[in-house]
C-alpha cells in the first residue's frame, strides 16, 4: 500500500511474490525478532551484574540485590530523561550512534577492566571493532541514508526538515508552473497539514462560517493552528485579542520567524503564507498541552466570542482527549453565550464513523445547537467540520440571515457556506449506532483507526472499547 500511495501505482498493479512478499514478511517480523533479542538481553542484565558484584566484593547475590536495582533505576531514569529531553529533537542517526558510542565505550572498559576472567578474547575485540566500524559510519552518513530513505516517502522533493522534542515538521516542494512559485506542502509526523496551493480552501470554511455566526469577534481563541494560517483569516475580522494554544513552540517558530541558513531565509515561503500572522501584537501565544492550558483560562474566568479548534485528526491515543466531551465541555464553559465554536472534524467520506461521532460528542458536551458541514479541499479529498452555538438560532440560521459577508478571504460567499451544510440522502442515517467519544474511552482514535484502515483495504474487526 506504501508503494502504490508513494509511487502513484494501480492497486491491482503492486508487485506481489518472490522478493516483495519476502520482504514483506521480514519487515513484519522484524519488530517481534528485534524485540525478542533486546528482551533477552536486558533480562539477563541484573543477573550478570550480581554475579560481577559478587565476584568483585566476595558476596553473594542475595545480599546485594538491593544495590543492584537502586544503581538500574537510577541509571534508567538517568537515560530516560536525557532521551527525552535531549535525543527527542536530534536526527534518529545521530541519537542511534550517540547511544551506541556510550555502550561501545563502556563494553571496552568492561573489557579492559575484566580481562583477565574473559575467555574468547579475540573474537570480543574484532566484534568491538566491527562495531566501532558501524557506528562511525552512521556518524558519518547516517542523516544522508535517513534522508533518502525518507525522500521516498514523498512524491516532491523535500526542502526542510527537523526534529522537535514532540513531532517531526517536514517540507516539500513540488513545481507545476514555471512561472509561479512552487507549491509547498507541510507534514506532520508524515500526515499532510496543508498545501499551498489550496490551504485558503481549508482555511476560509474553517474560520468564515465560526466568525460569521459570532455576534462579536473582540476576543477569539484558536486550540491548535500554530502555523498562523487559521491566525491570517480570523485577523481579517480585526479582533482586539487572540489567544492562540499550540503544543509545540519549536512549530510557531518555524511560522513566526526568520531561520537563515547559508545567507538565506528557508522559510520564507511559510511566513509569507501566514502573512506574519504570528508576529500580531493582538495575538498571545501559549505552549502547552491544550487540554490543560484551557484549565488556566477557567481559572482566569476568560470569555471568548469564537473558539476554533484547529487540531491534527485524532490518530494517536495521545490526541484522543482533545475530541473528548470532557474538552468540548470546558470550551463549553469559555465560549460566550453568543458565541460559535467549529471544530476540524477529519473527512467524513474517508472517515465516515469518526466525523459523526465528533459531532455527536459535541452535542453532547452542552452545546444546544451542533451542524456539520463540509467541502472538498483538493489535498485532503472531501473535509468536514463541526460548528456549534450554546444559545439562540443554529449557526446555519445566522449565517443565512446575513445581509453580506462583511469581510472579504477571497474565497467564502454566502451560498458556498450554506451548500456546505447539505449532505446527501441517508448520511447520518446510522447515527444513532455511533458512540460518544468520553474521556479515556479512545473512541474517536479507534474510529479513525478503522475507518482509515478500511479505506487503504485493512479492514479489521476491531472494538472501539
Do not use: C
Request: no cysteine; proline share 3%; hydrophobic share 45%.
Amino acid at each position: 500500500m506504501i508503494l502504490a500511495e508513494t509511487f502513484q501505482i494501480p492497486r491491482d498493479l503492486i508487485p506481489a511474490g518472490g522478493l516483495v512478499e519476502t520482504g514483506q514478511m521480514v519487515a513484519t517480523l522484524s519488530p517481534f525478532i528485534f524485540a525478542a533479542i533486546l528482551g533477552l538481553l536486558i533480562g539477563m542484565e541484573i543477573p550478570l551484574i550480581g554475579e560481577i558484584r559478587s565476584d568483585i566484593y566476595k558476596r553473594s547475590a542475595a545480599n546485594n540485590i538491593g544495590s543492584i536495582y537502586g544503581i538500574d533505576y537510577i541509571g534508567a531514569g538517568t537515560g530516560a530523561s536525557i532521551f527525552v529531553f535531549l535525543m527527542l529533537s536530534m536526527e534518529v542517526s545521530l541519537a542511534g550512534a550517540i547511544t551506541g558510542s556510550v555502550n561501545l565505550l563502556l563494553g571496552a572498559l568492561f573489557f579492559w577492566v575484566f580481562a583477565e576472567k574473559i575467555t574468547h578474547k579475540g573474537t570480543l575485540l574484532v566484534l568491538h571493532l566491527l562495531t566501532a566500524v558501524v557506528i562511525a559510519n552512521v556518524f558519518e552518513y547516517g542523516q544522508q541514508w535517513g534522508h533518502e530513505m525518507e525522500d521516498m516517502l514523498y512524491k516532491d522533493k523535500v526542502v526542510f526538515r527537523v526534529n522537535t522534542e514532540r513531532q517531526r515538521l517536514l517540507v516539500t516542494e513540488r513545481i507545476m508552473d514555471p512561472a509561479k512559485p512552487p507549491v509547498l506542502t507541510f507534514y506532520l509526523n508524515g500526515r499532510t497539514q496543508f498545501a499551498s496551493n489550496d490551504e485558503h480552501i481549508y482555511h476560509s470554511m474553517l474560520v468564515y462560517p465560526a466568525m460569521a455566526s459570532s455576534a462579536r469577534h473582540n476576543k477569539i481563541l484558536i486550540v491548535g493552528g500554530g502555523d498562523g494560517l487559521a491566525l491570517r483569516d480570523v485577523l481579517r475580522w480585526n479582533p482586539q485579542r487572540v489567544h492562540l494554544l499550540d503544543l509545540d513552540q519549536k512549530l510557531v517558530t518555524l511560522f513566526k520567524e526568520p531561520m537563515v541558513k547559508e545567507g538565506k531565509v528557508v522559510n520564507a515561503r511559510l511566513l509569507e503564507a501566514n502573512q506574519n500572522s504570528l508576529s500580531a501584537s493582538s495575538v498571545v501565544t501559549k505552549f502547552g498541552d491544550a487540554f490543560l492550558s484551557v484549565d488556566e483560562l477557567l481559572q482566569n474566568s476568560e470569555s471568548f466570542d469564537t473558539i476554533i479548534v484547529d487540531l491534527p485528526d485524532p490518530s494517536h491515543p495521545d490526541l484522543n482527549k482533545l475530541y473528548s466531551a470532557r474538552f468540548y465541555a470546558k470550551l463549553h464553559a469559555l465560549l460566550a453565550g453568543d458565541g460559535t465554536m467549529v471544530v476540524q472534524s477529519t473527512s467524513p467520506y474517508h472517515a465516515k464513523n469518526t466525523f459523526i461521532s465528533i459531532g455527536k460528542t459535541v452535542k453532547y458536551a452542552g452545546f444546544q445547537h451542533v451542524q456539520q458541514y463540509h467541502a472538498n479541499v483538493p489535498s485532503f479529498g472531501e473535509w468536514g467540520w463541526t460548528i456549534a452555538t450554546k444559545n439562540g438560532r443554529s449557526p446555519r440560521q445566522r449565517i443565512a440571515e446575513l445581509k453580506e459577508l462583511s469581510v472579504e478571504d477571497g474565497w467564502a460567499t454566502q451560498g458556498s457556506i450554506l451548500a456546505a451544510f447539505e449532505f446527501g440522502k441517508g448520511f447520518f442515517s446510522e447515527a444513532d449506532s455511533i458512540e460518544i467519544n468520553r474521556l479515556g474511552s479512545k473512541v474517536a482514535y479507534s474510529y479513525h483507526q478503522a475507518d482509515w484502515n478500511r479505506e487503504v483495504g485493512l479492514i479489521r474487526k476491531e472494538s472501539i472499547h
